[in-house]
């Protein structure tokens, strides 16, 4: 399956720094992107760093792993920035101190935590040094004042705090502060592939439960040696788009709101409303959970005939199309939303942002093409990509997608058995240690899990990387020079999870 | 302008009563026990498939405020022990009314006094503290116009100065605890505290970990709990409008027992 792949980490020994930070740049520099970096303890005080990559040919994945010290190790934003995030969260974790990292404060722990936990490294582990206090940038200049927002923001929407520091209206600089949602996921996968992993999965970030709960289904799959039924992987794609329909609505609904356009707002609110009903006619739930069963899916699924759901995407899509065209028409919405929020191609393809999100800003990466599941395989969804990077151009992203997705729906569904199947045979797993990794294309961008499995077949490391986490740093490039009062609108039009990032 | 003010009047109006049934057929809603999940070893079953530890075998109950509503035990058992009927209205309360099997949620209903002060305009905060997002979701979808909670006198604010009381979702991240409580402290009394969905009447799926709190009952003290993971927007305006002693169709628990 191109879509997930195994590493057999019985025979290979580490690299050195040297290769293992040519590995890196190569990410930055090479057509492979960075997939995950994460950290691992596989004896007490013995730390390893996994790098996996991949992408420039459908199907591919290289990996590369390096032993640190116990204390700390040379950071890799030189060579590969998008590694920042992933260096903090090591740090955060398991205790490992990226040295000469451009920015050390905890991701993860606020105040108040003990200063020497690090809830992934053993107790046998040499003590690490104390985690240092929270530090904000500061940025000075005549009449530069801060404006603080959040943990606990204005509307129904998850806690995360943002420090502006203006001149005037103008944002100079933005730093986002996050962890609040931090409820320690990752440390609750280790042990059997079990169906508990599939629910825990499910709850990452509730609005992407299909595209989380699929790559970690199929992963569990690979460990365990249960592929799923062809017929039960279309009914997962369809799901995936769907789901990736109903927030795109939802996107497009929250973005006029934030502009004043109550026409959009009710509108999209209610598409949404609609799309997620379809997932409830499927799965059960209206966020697709119970789609995923380890093997295939749930017995209650699909719960709706292939043509009934047709119809009513058609529906739908009819919908869509009508009050889509109308909002990105309206000359006052095109007035708010064009040059608005502008996230530099540059900055996208340096840093490493994935999705949609870097779809708006000329990178072309989606893991349906690049790393396709076996419904993606002969023809994935129409590729979809705009340069200007803007706020326009983020709405735009997602309206074209949307049409894409019902495209490729008609496809798939027009072949689909009723039902899927739980996995019949079951290949015997090799019996070595393995590093297993899945992606698949939420609608937000690249959904990454990676599994560490000893000989005996449990999970021994799990790591989770959620397109959030990946493009929460675009936001403060995107807002700097426009006015305080876009934020809201630039902060919708990437719509990231808080829960996605914070774990 | 023309296309939208014709699109609104093609739309009509699609907000749906509370009284709308049940709901597609895959839907899990209320679970029913039946006479195996009483007798017999069928609880065993049940409870062995539970990843979040809702069933007790011996007790023969099944807490809500666990539940995550995935169905497992339902393809354990068969169906033959529970069975997750298609109706939106799950019982609330206070945190034993949903265990199935204990109180019924009637008695949860807020005191007359209450009530009386709030007439009939209740306003909340919301703080997510911990969750996925789900049931944030679910509470803003609560807004839009299929489930129209402003028709109730019900309403989100945005400043806790505003609000009658909080709605919390969420186990409770550590990291949140501080800003939860404070934001409770910037209510003025009177105030009523509702936690919705597993993850806030008892950690749910996240139950256990370094990093949260087991749910909203150990920080604050929670006037109505309503269990879902997510609760369906139904499940919530059900919750919601029956802890005000407003709920047109109370939902007859000891009838939803198999015969």
């Known amino acids: 399956m191109r879509c997930v792949h195994t590493f057999d980490l019985g025979a290979s020994a580490p690299l050195a720094e040297e290769p293992f930070r040519a590995f ?83 991701l993860r722990f606020h105040e108040g935590w003990p200063k020497k936990l690090f809830p992934l490294r053993s107790a046998g582990a040499p003590a690490p040094d104390a985690r240092r206090g929270y530090r904000f940038l500061l940025v000075r200049g005549e009449g530069i004042h801060e404006v603080a927002v959040g943990p606990v923001h204005a509307g129904i929407i998850e806690p995360g705090h943002f420090r502006f520091s203006c001149a005037g209206e ?110 409830l006619k499927i799965t059960g739930n209206r966020f697709g959970r119970g789609l995923n069963r380890v093997g295939g899916i749930g017995l209650r699924v699909p719960g709706i005939a292939p043509e009934d759901l047709m119809e009513e995407l058609s529906r739908l899509r009819a ?46 990466i989606d893991a349906r093409r690049d790393f396709p599941s076996p419904a993606y395989v002969e ?101 700097q020079k426009n006015v305080i009062s876009d934020f809201p609108l630039c902060n919708k039009s990437f719509n990231l999870s808080y829960s996605g990032a914070d774990l | 302008m023309i296309e939208s003010i014709l699109k609104r009047v093609r739309t009509g109006k699609v907000t749906v009563g509370l009284t709308a049934g049940d709901l597609p057929a895959p839907f899990r809603g209320m679970p029913v026990l039946g006479e195996a999940f009483r007798v017999g070893n069928v609880a065993e079953t049940c409870a062995k498939a539970c990843a979040t530890d809702a069933i007790d075998p011996e007790k023969k109950t099944m807490d809500l405020g666990r539940c995550v509503f995935c169905g497992l035990c339902e393809e354990a058992c068969g169906g033959e022990g529970i069975r997750f009927s ?13 265990v199935l099997g204990g109180p019924v949620p009637g008695d949860a209903t807020a005191p007359p006094d209450l009530r009386s002060l709030l007439g009939r305009s209740l306003h909340l905060r919301e703080v997510s503290a911990g969750g996925c997002n789900g049931c944030d979701l679910e509470a803003q979808a609560l807004g839009n116009p299929i489930f129209d909670l402003q028709r109730f006198g019900i309403d989100f604010v945005a400043s806790p100065r505003h609000a009658d009381g909080l ?15 404070k934001t409770y402290d910037a209510i003025a009394e009177p105030r009523i505290v509702i936690a919705i969905g597993a993850c806030a009447a008892s950690g749910g799926i996240f139950r256990g970990s370094y990093a949260v709190e087991n749910g909203v009952g150990g920080v604050l003290p929670v006037d109505l709990f309503i269990p879902g993971c997510p609760p369906h927007p139904l499940t919530l305006l059900h919750g919601i409008l029956g802890f005000l002693g407003k709920n047109p169709v109370a939902a007859g628990r000891s009838s939803r027992r198999d015969p």
């Not at chain 1, 009050?323 to 000359?331: E, H, I, R, S, W």
């Not at chain 1, 393809?349 to 072309?364: I, N, P």
Request: hydrophobic residues 40%.
């Open chain 2, 86 to 98: 298609q109706d939106p209205r799950l019982p609330w309360g206070k945190r034993e009314h949903l």
């Open chain 2, 167 to 181: 709605l919390v979702t969420g186990p409770v991240s550590k990291n949140m605890r501080e800003a939860l409580v």
């Open chain 1, 170 to 279: 103008t944002i100079q600089n933005l730093e986002i502060r996050l962890g609040y949602q931090h409820k320690g996921i990752e440390s609750l996968f280790p042990g059997d592939p079990g169906m508990g992993k599939i629910l825990l999965s499910e709850s990452i970030s509730g609005d992407t439960a299909v595209g989380h709960s699929t790559a970690c289904a199929r992963l569990l799959e690979a460990i365990t040696g249960k592929p799923a039924d062809p017929s039960a992987e279309r009914w997962r794609a369809a799901a995936l788009e769907i789901e990736r329909v109903s927030n795109h609505c939802g996107d497009l609904g929250g973005l006029s709101t934030d502009i004043g356009y109550l026409f959009g707002a009710a509108h999209f609110g209610r598409l949404r409303g609609a799309a997620l009903n379809l997932l």
């Open chain 1, 379 to 479: 023809s994935p969804p129409a590729k979809v990509l705009l340069d200007t990077g803007d706020v326009m151009a983020r709405a735009r992203v997602r309206f074209l997608e949307m049409r894409a997705s019902f495209d490729w729906l008609s496809g798939v569904l027009a072949g689909a058995t009723p039902t899927g199947a739980i996995a019949a045979e079951t290949i015997a797993p090799v019996a070595t240690r393995r590093l297993v990794v899945s992606v698949e294309e939420g609608w937000r961008g690249e959904i990454v899990h990676a599994a560490i499995v000893d000989a005996v077949g449990r999970i021994a490391r799990y790591k989770v990387a959620d397109p959030s986490f990946r493009n929460w740093p675009g936001l403060s490039f995107a807002v």
């Open chain 1, 24 to 106: 890196l740049r190569e990410t930055t520099t090479g057509g492979d992107r960075l997939l995950a970096l994460f950290a691992e303890e596989p004896s007490s005080g013995r730390f390893l760093l996994h790098a996996v990559a991949g992408g420039s040919a459908p199907g591919r994945f290289v990996r590369a792993v390096m032993e640190v010290s116990p204390r700390s190790y040379r950071t890799f934003t030189d060579v590969c920035p998008g590694t920042h995030w992933f260096e903090r969260e090591i740090y955060d974790l398991f205790g490992l101190a990226p040295q000469g990292h451009p920015e050390s404060n905890p």
């Open chain 1, 319 to 364: 919908e869509v199309e009508n009050v889509g065209t109308t909002l990105l028409d309206a000359p006052s919405v095109v007035a708010r939303m064009e040059g608005t929020g502008r996230l530099l191609p540059h900055t996208a393809k340096t840093l490493q942002f994935v999705g949609m999100a870097a779809r708006a800003s000329g990178r072309d």
